[in-house]
């Protein structure tokens, strides 16, 4: 019995041990999150800064605002979703346009899935998956190991709320600022979206080609008899549909290029 005794005691310790290890291992990652963080959630706020004027105009107010970007952490699936609003589209509009542009995050999360330990509660992963954006996945991803989600909370703790208040601020400044000003702040929204498909584009012929296309038909869809009718929501849905299926097939990408 007193072996037993010490047996009980040795291993309540060594759980305890176990666990103070891991709070503070969880605790590093946090951190190291939140530092990773502050540049993304910097860059988040002056972008969805502009993307308050484009809610603005689409009739929502800050508290709206707000909560749309908490739950719709994308860029271009936010501009999708406000100028859908603005158009008047259906609710179902609304949710397969925002579906769409947002699945490359379905992959993303694949992704970042591999990366965790098999111990990973699915909790934690579901939470993880939530707060994946191109920038949270690219700093996620560079981490060495197996991934702690305690570091991907560091990160949406800063980016997160910056990402909404900066919403909710552009709209506030769209009631009070002059016109012609805030007219030139929804020109930045436009220089956002240039800023990130011209790099790849000069570096990849494939992008290049698929941007110039999609120019080129989402023009002629809005001049063209009948599809011109269709709802801006429907034709970007269906363009973006149509435009990767077809370059995923003629141009897929190869294996060691991933």
Not at 140 to 145: D, E, F, N, V
Not at 159 to 172: D, K, R
């Amino acid at each position: 019995m007193p072996e037993m005794h010490c047996y009980v005691r040795l291993r309540t310790a060594e759980r305890q041990q176990f666990g103070a290890l891991r709070d503070m291992n969880n605790k590093r990652a946090f951190l190291n999150g939140i530092a990773a963080g502050i540049p993304i959630g910097l860059g988040y706020f002056a972008v969805s800064f502009s993307l308050g004027i484009v809610a603005r105009r689409a009739g929502l107010d800050h508290i709206q605002g707000f909560v749309a970007s908490w739950f719709n952490l994308a860029s271009a699936g936010e501009y999708a979703l406000f100028t859908s609003i603005e158009e008047l589209a259906t609710y179902l509009e609304v949710a397969l346009i925002t579906f769409v542009v947002n699945a490359r995050y379905m992959l993303m999360s694949c992704a970042l899935s591999q990366r965790f330990s098999a111990e990973t509660p699915f909790f934690h992963r579901l939470l993880v998956a939530f707060g994946i954006t191109d920038e949270i996945f690219g700093v996620s991803i560079a981490q060495k190991g197996s991934l702690n989600p305690f570091y991907n909370y560091g990160v949406m703790a800063v980016a997160v709320p910056l990402w909404s208040i900066g919403t909710s601020l552009g709209i506030v400044a769209g009631n009070i600022l002059p016109v012609p000003i805030v007219q030139a702040l929804s020109v930045a929204l436009y220089g956002m979206f240039i800023a990130i498909i011209i790099p790849p584009a000069k570096k990849n012929m494939t992008i290049a080609v698929a941007v110039a296309v999609s120019f080129i038909l989402s023009w002629g869809c809005s001049v063209l008899p009948y599809i011109k009718n269709c709802s801006a929501g429907n034709r970007t849905i269906l363009l973006t549909v149509a435009i990767s299926a077809i370059l995923a097939y003629l141009k897929p990408v190869e294996e060691e290029q991933q």
